[in-house]
């Protein structure tokens, strides 16, 4: 009898630890998921813009058009601390100047509505390169910050499937 009670004593604590195991795993994992959606979503949201940029571009030079870029030219902000904040972190890059600021209203008229934006967010395009920017930091689950379409997508090539 006494014997049948040390064993239930045992069984109790290992299902507990048990327990816990679960739970701890189920969080981690839940968390990372997140993470990488979220990161997936705003790589999403950089490519449609992406592909709206080209096109744009395309008719751009098919047309001669010129003017026709949507977006305030980044050359006219350049007294907003945000922009500045940018500039001196090198986020740009050399080609400050070729950037436009894409906000809520010229990603509607490009049909692009379906993209949220939270206060003070923008993007930036460059329509010769084609490449992307936002204001906000996108962190990894590293930590690892992202700025631009082209560092998203260089690390998602050079490390692809690379799990923890």
Do not use: W
């Not at 997936?40 to 008719?59: A, C, F, P, R, Y």
């Not at 949507?70 to 100047?97: A, C």
């Not at 209203?105 to 936002?134: A, C, R, W």
């Amino acid at each position: 009898m006494k014997n049948e009670k040390g064993m239930g004593v045992i069984m109790l604590i290992l299902c507990v630890l048990l327990i816990i195991a679960v739970i701890v795993l189920f969080f981690h994992f839940t968390k990372r998921t997140v993470t990488d959606n979220g990161l997936e979503t705003i790589k999403t949201n950089m490519l449609k813009i992406q592909s709206k940029i080209k096109m744009i571009d395309g008719s751009v030079k098919m047309n001669s058009e010129e003017n026709s870029f949507k977006g305030t030219k980044v050359s006219e902000l350049k007294d907003d601390p945000e922009i500045q904040r940018m500039i001196e972190g090198g986020i740009f890059g050399e080609e400050v100047d070729e950037y436009y600021r894409l906000g809520r209203e010229e990603l509607d008229e490009m049909g692009l509505n379906s993209i949220p934006l939270k206060e003070n967010q923008y993007y930036f395009v460059h329509y010769g390169m084609k490449d992307v920017i936002t204001n906000e930091e996108v962190k990894d689950k590293e930590g690892k910050v992202y700025h631009t379409l082209s560092e998203l997508t260089e690390d998602y090539y050079s490390n692809p499937g690379e799990e923890e």
